[in-house]
């Protein structure tokens, strides 16, 4: 996923353990997106160049899940359009002034592909691995067991859910360095 980071909301520490305000590029188009990092160090990324970068989301909470687009767009309950982003975790609800930004975001989309053995992957048995598309760009999702229970993910579904963006520099970066 083409990224421009932007600034470091949390430098990277010694582990390079930070948090990574970036723009997820669609084209000439760019929505913030915060991104927790590990084993990202300060080198290892460029601030306001476009860089290749690996992203997975962790579901922050059990997910809502939808049939199809038209049992979305028949709940009641619902505001958002199908497809959407909203980064929560950059944003006070509050203006509270101690308010600490962290990477979460709001994302609504179509389950375009599932993963039998989550093993494969380096996650344990119990998760759950899926693909969203949402707004022209594909995203990697695992769901913990912890949120897992009585929930069945299947392509084509809507899900929609609070996730962690956790991401790094892809090894086959093409920018110049």
């Not at 769901?143 to 086959?172: A, K, L």
Request: charged residues 25%.
């Amino acid at each position: 996923m083409i990224v421009e980071p932007k600034e470091w909301i949390s430098k990277p520490d010694g582990s390079g353990n930070g948090v990574l305000m970036a723009l997820i590029k669609d084209s000439e188009v760019g929505f913030p997106i915060p991104i927790e990092t590990h084993n990202v160090f300060h080198e290892d990324v460029e601030i306001n160049k476009e860089q290749d970068f690996e992203l997975i989301l962790e579901c922050a909470g059990k997910p809502t899940v939808y049939k199809d687009e038209e049992t979305y767009n028949k709940d009641t309950g619902t505001t958002m359009n199908f497809e959407s982003v909203i980064p929560v975790g950059l944003f006070s609800a509050s203006r509270n002034e101690g308010f600490v930004q962290t990477p979460h975001i709001i994302l609504n989309g179509r389950v375009v592909k599932t993963y039998g053995n989550s093993t494969q992957f380096g996650f344990d048995e119990s998760d759950v691995l899926y693909s969203l598309s949402c707004l022209g760009n594909e995203y990697d999702v695992v769901m913990h067991s912890e949120f897992s229970d009585n929930v069945r993910i299947e392509e084509g579904n809507i899900v929609s859910c609070v996730y962690r963006v956790q991401g790094w520099p892809n090894q086959n970066d093409y920018s110049d360095k």
